[in-house]
């Protein structure tokens, strides 16, 4: 990785700070409704175009999992952050995860909300991830956007929120990096390494969620030592964005339990 990747920051420059991460299919302003919970914290919330999608440049080369979680480390660092509680969503806290792995002593905390182990769990789920990326090629974005946006959200999430997801998706991804992102995922499985995270861990999910579904939470709860488990009502994959004041609530205590 060679440009630094867009970011945005809300909250006072000398506050701690949390970082966030979106998933496969979205951007920085996915963490829009997370102001609140940074104001209620008193952290900086900084969130992140990561690298190749929307604002930010394309990678020079293919990154895998590892590329776009040092990524992550440089900017955490270039911000002056020796320490941050680290969120991140679906593909987001698959990073997230990679991160807390190879740089252990940057990630005070870790928020992996409707998340995964990685889907190289098996053969089949792995060509499925590393297959998606050719609709997206004979779609085009919007329509590629259009027609998967109503399955990251639960059944009854307000039609603007569905709205939004669909903008986000259809503004953010792009070839090659969609292709890669998709490729990071059918190449991980967090399996074995989850013993090794020390950090506290809040593991959170939609319990509506069809993309990645409660049972894969419960397999990152059970492999992280010093994890605590829950669900939000009436959300899908998306759960920060489609009940925010709900997830925030859950992250909020979470976080002031650690203190």
């Known amino acids: 990785m060679q440009d630094t990747p867009f970011y945005w920051s ?66 955490i660092q270039m911000l002056g952050y020796r320490n941050a509680i680290v969120l991140g969503v ?29 889907s190289g769990t098996n053969t089949k789920q792995a060509e499925v991830m590393r297959s ?22 639960g059944e009854s999430t307000a039609p603007e929120v569905l709205a939004d997801v669909e903008r986000f998706f259809a503004a953010s991804i792009r070839m090659p990096s969609y292709q890669w992102a998709c490729n990071s995922m059918a190449e991980t ?26 049972k894969l939470s419960a397999e990152l709860y059970e492999g992280i030592p010093n994890a605590t488990l829950t669900h939000v009502r009436a959300a899908g994959h998306l759960a920060n964005q489609e009940q925010p004041l709900a997830f925030n609530r859950e992250v909020l205590q979470f976080v002031q339990s650690l203190t």
């Open 10 to 75: 809300h909250g006072p420059d000398n506050a701690p700070l949390l970082f966030c991460m979106h998933g496969i299919g979205s951007c920085a302003d996915a963490f829009l409704s997370q102001r609140d919970l940074a104001d209620d914290l008193g952290l900086r919330l900084v969130s992140w175009d990561a690298p190749g999608y929307r604002y930010s440049a394309d990678p020079p080369e293919e990154p895998g999992i590892d590329g776009w979680a040092d990524a992550a480390s440089d900017l």
């Open 90 to 118: 679906s593909w987001g806290g698959v990073i997230a995860t990679r991160l807390t792995l190879r740089h252990p002593n940057l990630v005070g905390a870790l928020v992996l909300a409707d998340s995964s182990v990685g």
């Open 132 to 153: 998606r990326a050719t609709s997206l090629t004979e779609l085009g974005a919007s329509e590629f956007a259009r027609q998967r946006s109503p399955l990251l959200v």
């Open 189 to 214: 499985d967090h399996r074995t390494a989850l013993s090794s995270i020390t950090a506290p861990a809040l593991v959170i999910c939609g319990d509506e969620d069809r993309v990645t579904p409660p």
